[in-house]
């Protein structure tokens, strides 16, 4: 599955994100993980602050499980 924002490194996943194009649009690392659903999580954590309920996310939060893939 390739997820939202996630990069192989090796044997290592990177998580990395852009700003929107009016906070500058650089790109940052959110940082390196062991398995793409790490760095997955890591990005939709990074994704919420930056973008809020615009953000496009690799696990799209619900009410049924209120923000529960981040515990």
Do not use: C, E
Request: hydrophobic share 40%; glycine share 8%; net charge positive.
């Amino acid at each position: 599955m390739k997820y939202v924002g996630v990069k192989k490194s090796g044997r290592m996943f990177m998580a990395i994100i852009r700003y929107p194009k009016s906070l500058g649009g650089h790109r940052v690392w959110v940082g390196t993980y062991n398995s793409p659903k790490l760095a997955a999580l890591a990005y939709d954590q990074v994704a919420l602050q930056i973008y809020g309920s615009q953000a496009v996310l690799n696990f799209p939060l619900s009410s049924d499980n209120n923000n529960n893939n981040y515990n």
